[in-house]
């Protein structure tokens, strides 16, 4: 029988995770070629144990934090751990094999041994600015099945035991319009499950094997307290909501909560659709898994441990859970939309836990061309800020990213001009719409591109027809959207487009959506 190990032991080593975390994000920020990576942080990096079982995460994307245990987990039900080697590296980004995302976004995950033992997984997920596909920046509306959205990499080997696999780093680099930069990015993140495996093999070789296990353990047990404990503090019973979307959909869900399930049931929803508007079921179950944690424990690291009363119920071939060769190109509207009603679901039953809808869209925006100064060719992907909802303390925040999208910043305007030959116009809030709330919604932007070279724009932006909703009888906020202004002043308006032409002298303005608002001031 192993010593039990004292309590002070137990915090150095759980902390040292998550410092080990951190230090893989930090590692990735210093050294990854793209401005999505280095300023934009749309990464997401974390550790599990030797069966996939997430154990701490550094900064960035919470919803990409989501997607690590389970790209690990698919890596072991392909391989076994029998065929797990010291020194292998493994890459993946198709939804149907650990990726869970969409093909941009490329997991890379690196077994740790220590003594010839599995202790743990590093992992790490990016956005990759270009993987192939028929458009620059592979995300194409147009797309209706995975095929045509780029280079599919399910869970292979990138090194054998210590040795580099020339061959599948070649297909990678052939199959990207940016291979310099796709290049760059992959060893910043291999770089990054290295470094943390060094500081995991050093913490099992100081305090033991048994130690180590011991504090996992300890870590999962206070996740799952934590979180019954949070939701003993919730309502029971079972909550509805039916919400259309913008294209006339109905999407639905139920919630119901009791002292020790939280089960987020989503039959009931449309088939998968024939454009690149879907997610996984790991997605969806991501989805819950953020709302499930802000409600019930919002203050410590997630590991495993914190979703054990989550049950996430789904409908194979449906939005929320396709099936191959189902397109995933926007899967992160669908995956941001589906929070957003779980999160009004909610908010309608009590509304002074929850804020009021905010702008609940990534509104990726996507400019690609070759630089008209020097000819080097660029994609730039932006996700864009809007505005909060307000508490029923405060008004909503403004020109924030959406939920989900975690500590992530937007890109400085003297790179998009000196690293993409764009000028930005103007960056700036909206202005205030006059109501009687009580707290109002928080501003969105308004912002201009002037591309001064050929250009293709892609963008994808929801909240364009249905604006944002109010809470407690607040005011509805606005919309999203964008359109290309021509020099002679004629107008077009999209909200999901891909290929469309750009010449010197058009303008791309952006707007987004202000929050809702929370309740009604007291009359005079």
């Known amino acids: 029988m192993s010593q039990r190990v004292d309590g002070f032991t137990i915090s150095v080593i759980q902390a040292s995770l998550i410092a080990s975390a951190e230090e893989m994000f930090a590692v990735i920020k210093k050294t990854a070629m793209s401005p999505i990576i280095y300023e934009v942080l749309d990464v997401g990096t974390g550790i599990t144990d030797a069966n996939g079982e997430l154990l701490s995460s550094g900064a960035g994307i919470p919803s990409f934090i989501g997607v690590l245990d389970k790209a690990v987990k698919r890596i072991l039900q392909i391989y076994g751990k029998p065929q797990i080697n010291d020194g292998d590296l493994f890459v993946t980004n198709d939804p149907y094999f650990g990726g869970v995302t969409h093909l941009n976004d490329v997991v890379i995950a690196m077994p740790v041994f220590e003594s010839g033992k599995l202790i743990a997984w590093t992992a790490s997920i990016a956005h990759w600015n270009d993987i192939g596909g028929m458009v620059a920046g592979s995300m194409s509306v147009d797309a209706i099945e995975i095929f045509q959205e780029g280079l599919r990499l399910p869970a292979v080997r990138l090194f054998d035991a210590g040795q580099k696999i020339d061959s599948v780093f070649d297909i990678i680099m052939a199959n990207s319009r940016l291979p310099t930069f796709v290049k760059g990015d992959l060893w910043a993140q291999i770089a990054a499950s290295r470094r943390a495996g060094n500081r995991l093999q050093i913490l099992v070789d100081t305090y033991g094997h048994d130690a180590y296990l011991q504090a996992i353990e300890a870590l999962f047990a206070e996740g799952e307290a934590r979180g ?64 499930f944690k802000a409600l019930t424990d919002p203050t410590l690291f997630a590991n495993s441990g914190s979703f054990r009363a989550l049950e996430v119920i789904t409908v194979a071939g449906t939005v929320f859970h396709a099936t191959p060769p189902a397109a995933h190109g926007f899967y992160f509207e669908t995956r941001i939309r589906l929070y957003d009603m779980l999160w009004r679901c909610l908010s309608q039953q009590f509304p002074e836990r929850l804020p009021a809808g905010h702008f609940a869209s990534i509104c990726a925006t996507v400019i690609a061309g070759n630089h008209p100064d020097t000819g080097r060719r660029y994609t730039m992907v932006e996700p864009q800020m809007g505005g909060w909802g307000a508490t029923n303390q405060r008004d909503g925040l403004d020109a924030m990213y959406a939920t989900g999208h975690g500590d992530t910043f937007n890109c400085p305007v003297e790179i998009c001009e000196a690293r993409y030959g764009i000028d930005v116009g103007y960056k700036r809030l909206n202005d205030l719409v006059p109501n009687d709330d009580l707290y109002k919604g928080g501003r969105g932007v308004e912002l201009s591109y002037l591309p001064r070279g050929a250009a293709i724009l892609s963008a994808g932006y929801s909240r364009n027809r249905i604006p944002v909703w109010g809470a407690n009888n607040g005011s509805n906020g606005g919309t999203n959207g964008l359109e290309v202004i021509k020099p002679d002043g004629s107008t077009k308006p999209y909200a999901y487009a891909s290929g469309i032409a750009i010449e010197p002298g058009d303008q791309i303005r952006i707007f987004t959506a202000n929050g809702g608002g929370w309740g009604k001031a007291p009359r005079a």
């Open 228 to 291: 019954l404990a949070g939701l003993a503090e919730l309502p029971s019973g079972s909550f509805e909501v039916e919400e259309e979307q913008d294209d006339g959909a109905l999407w639905r869900a139920i919630i119901t909560i009791s002292d020790d399930k939280f089960v987020v049931d989503l039959t009931g929803n449309p088939a998968q659709t024939n454009g690149p508007f879907n997610t996984s079921r790991d997605g969806a179950i991501i989805a819950s898994q953020m709302i």
